[in-house]
């Protein structure tokens, strides 16, 4: 942009020593330019946008008043972290967010020194953070470590259990909670505002440490000091658990106060020991439609930033989203038994119908997966059926609730997993690419793949119907707009479906790669069978068809490594069959960001890429016979 562009001070920020060199005067006046870049930007690509807006002032703050990179800034769930990135020498990239090639969505070490912890997942900002700071003590080093926390993070255990061991090792840290929602405290205000300079300035430290000095000699004196200022602090800021935890707590500040920031921030940054600094911002902050509808700007498409709604128009078929919720809402209203669970996902899982409709079913356990899976084992046993609607790969964080509170116990609990294989724009962090491996390795579980949204319904009714742990795992985004049977009728479990038959190649297809597969056969003329189920496998079918076909080909949207056809492969093996099996699936190696399609084709899974490897592994077969007869 040109130098009289409306962003006139922000264009002079590439990096934030040049943040730095500001009069503090003018970081309002950057504050609200950068607000407004970041609207604009997120507009044109997508992404991220409410969480972003609110936390605007801190972000400045933060890199105005540490030494970043060299004082390392650790973000916990990645969608704060835009302002972040524009302010560290990406704002010219910011029309790449996302897409192949360019920016990703979160925190990358790779992606720049500024980012010095790869985030994703929710709650490792203060384990992360901790672990640097040990390593900073260990090397001598002077270096300031500060973990920003937020978008409801603080409730996971992963976060308490590091606030834990970081007030037991007395480590230099800042933990600073984001509290864009109010639910830990409304209390902000001029008081609050002036007694967090006072509490954090030094001064107040000064007295505190002089008078422990001369107190803690005489223990009962300074037992009854100690509770006083215990007492007073609790009347006016909610920091007790905190102080419990053995950190000196902070506020509730104004995280839109500019100049308390900058203060405050200052003041904690030469006290020693663990802090611990809350801020209340508003998500959405400076942008009146998110500030409105905070869930609905959580995360975006591309929108006019200038009409006060999103295009929520529905597309043309389903989302495999939207078929989970409607199955949900149809089956509780003829099971009283069903509940659902969600792990802080109630939009993103498709559950906002149902927690309408059957409130006193619907239970948002927070960003706590590995509750959220013993829960739903603990009501299992008594006689409920539970419905756990979670991410793939946020199913990976409850990996041992799964196996020791469900499946070991044999529990009729439904897991619906939803962001199956690859994500697209999100990335690697959200990349739903080892489910099929983690779960068919589970004994008792039963495991499926619909190929369209009408077998997903089914498939969802055929886990909730069975007397045991089952999940359907299914992708992001709509399905190839089959018509969907009203019923909720179950499938037949572990049969699979003959789709085309052909011969020479047989194609074995687990899941919405179908479509692909099925482009791909009509070039060799092959046999293609919708296996449906992981497991059970339908061994009877892959025996009969590995009988006449002189080529096996498994496809699916998961890591090769111990996947869908790696049980072919070992089900073969088991009954003595020797044919050439290909393995098609994801590469052993994380895949970046882009659009699903463009993913799917460099991992070889669009149609022509299917086509390709398959007409490869015969040419390579043709050669070695003609080879073997010379």
């Known amino acids: 942009m040109s130098a009289d562009s409306r962003y006139p001070l922000l264009e002079t920020i590439e990096t934030p020593a040049e943040l730095r060199a500001l009069d503090d005067a003018r970081l309002p006046e950057l504050a609200e330019e950068l607000r407004a870049f970041l609207i604009e930007s997120v507009s044109q690509t997508g992404g991220h946008?409410?969480?972003?807006?609110?936390?605007?002032?801190?972000?400045?703050?933060?890199?105005?008043?540490?030494?970043?990179?060299?004082?390392?800034?650790?973000?916990?769930?990645?969608?704060?972290s835009y302002p972040h990135k524009i302010l560290t020498g990406r704002r010219k990239a910011m029309p790449t967010l996302r897409q192949k090639g360019g920016l990703a969505g979160f925190p990358k070490r790779e992606e720049s020194p500024y980012d010095t912890f790869g985030v994703g997942h929710s709650s490792t900002s203060i384990s992360a953070a901790l672990?640097?700071?040990?390593?900073?003590?260990?090397?001598?080093?002077?270096?300031?470590?500060?973990?920003?926390?937020?978008?409801?993070?603080?409730?996971?255990?992963?976060?308490?259990?590091?606030?834990n061991h970081a007030g037991d090792l007395d480590a230099n840290l800042l933990v600073i909670l984001n509290d864009n929602d109010m639910s830990i405290s409304p209390n902000v205000g001029g008081m609050s505002n002036y007694l967090a300079r006072l509490l954090?300035?030094?001064?107040?430290?000064?007295?505190?440490?002089?008078?422990?000095?001369?107190?803690?000699?005489?223990?009962?004196v300074w037992e009854i000091a100690r509770r006083a200022e215990e007492h007073m602090k609790g009347m006016v800021v909610p920091g007790t658990l905190f102080e419990e935890l053995g950190f000196n707590y902070i506020g509730p500040i104004d995280g839109h106060d500019m100049s308390t920031l900058v203060q405050t921030l200052s003041n904690l940054s030469s006290r020693k020991g663990p802090q611990?600094?809350?801020?209340?911002?508003?998500?959405?902050?400076?942008y009146t439609p998110a500030e409105d509808n905070?869930?609905?700007?959580?995360?975006?498409?591309?929108?006019?930033?200038?009409?006060?709604?999103?295009?929520?128009?529905?597309?043309?078929?389903?989302?495999?989203?939207?078929?989970?919720?409607?199955?949900?809402?149809?089956?509780?209203?003829?099971?009283?038994?069903?509940?659902?669970?969600?792990?802080?996902?109630?939009?993103?899982?498709?559950?906002?119908?149902?927690?309408?409709?059957?409130?006193?079913?619907?239970?948002?356990?927070?960003?706590?997966?590995?509750?959220?899976?013993?829960?739903?084992?603990?009501?299992?046993?008594?006689?409920?059926?539970?419905?756990?609607?979670?991410?793939?790969?946020?199913?990976?964080?409850?990996?041992?609730?799964?196996?020791?509170?469900?499946?070991?116990?044999?529990?009729?609990?439904?897991?619906?997993?939803?962001?199956?294989?690859?994500?697209?724009?999100?990335?690697?962090?959200h990349a739903g690419s080892f489910d099929l491996s983690y779960l068919r390795c589970i004994p008792n579980m039963v495991v499926m793949a619909p190929s369209n949204e009408n077998?997903?319904?089914?498939?969802?009714?055929?886990?909730?119907?069975?007397?045991?742990?089952?999940?359907?795992?299914?992708?992001r985004g709509r399905g190839p707009g089959v018509t969907i049977d009203s019923g909720l009728e179950p499938l037949p479990i572990g049969k699979a479906e003959l789709v085309r038959e052909g011969k020479g190649v047989a194609i074995f297809c687990f899941g919405t790669l179908l479509e692909?597969?099925?482009?791909?056969?009509?070039?060799?003329?092959?046999?293609?069978?919708?296996?449906?189920?992981?497991?059970?496998?339908?061994?009877?079918?892959?025996?009969?068809?590995?009988?006449?076909?002189?080529?096996?080909?498994?496809v699916e949207d998961n890591a090769v490594a111990g996947g869908a056809g790696s049980a072919v492969a070992e089900a073969l093996a088991a009954h003595g069959v020797e044919r050439p099996l290909l393995q098609l699936g994801l590469p052993d190696t994380f895949v970046d960001h882009g659009s699903r399609e463009e993913l799917l084709a460099d991992c070889g899974l669009d149609s022509a890429g299917i086509a390709h490897t398959i007409e490869v592994q015969l040419s390579d077969a043709t050669a070695k016979i003609s080879a073997s007869q010379q």
Request: proline content about 5%; overall charge negative; some cysteine.
């Open 49 to 80: 946008l409410a969480s972003g807006l609110g936390t605007v002032e801190l972000t400045i703050a933060l890199h105005y008043v540490f030494n970043t990179p060299e004082d390392r800034l650790v973000w916990d769930v990645g969608h704060q």
């Open 131 to 163: 672990g640097m700071a040990i390593a900073a003590a260990q090397q001598q080093s002077e270096r300031k470590v500060i973990a920003v926390i937020g978008d409801g993070a603080m409730t996971a255990g992963e976060a308490f259990e590091a606030l």
């Open 200 to 220: 954090s300035g030094r001064f107040y430290s000064s007295v505190r440490e002089g008078s422990k000095k001369v107190l803690e000699h005489v223990p009962p």
């Open 276 to 286: 611990f600094l809350h801020i209340v911002t508003r998500k959405g902050k400076g």
């Open 294 to 429: 905070p869930c609905g700007y959580h995360g975006v498409g591309k929108f006019d930033p200038d009409c006060d709604t999103i295009d929520n128009t529905p597309g043309a078929s389903p989302s495999y989203t939207e078929v989970f919720g409607q199955w949900l809402c149809d089956m509780a209203e003829t099971s009283s038994d069903l509940v659902g669970i969600t792990p802080a996902m109630r939009e993103g899982s498709g559950l906002v119908e149902f927690s309408e409709r059957f409130p006193d079913r619907y239970f948002d356990v927070g960003i706590a997966e590995q509750h959220a899976v013993t829960l739903a084992a603990g009501l299992a046993c008594e006689g409920i059926k539970p419905v756990v609607a979670i991410y793939s790969t946020f199913l990976q964080r409850a990996y041992d609730q799964l196996i020791h509170d469900v499946a070991l116990q044999n529990l009729p609990v439904l897991f619906a997993i939803d962001r199956a294989g690859l994500v697209g724009p999100d990335g690697p962090t």
């Open 455 to 475: 077998e997903c319904r089914q498939m969802l009714s055929t886990g909730y119907r069975h007397n045991g742990p089952a999940a359907v795992r299914y992708p």
């Open 516 to 554: 692909q597969a099925l482009v791909a056969a009509d070039q060799f003329n092959a046999t293609v069978i919708n296996m449906r189920f992981v497991k059970p496998l339908d061994e009877e079918m892959v025996l009969r068809v590995s009988a006449n076909h002189q080529l096996l080909v498994t």
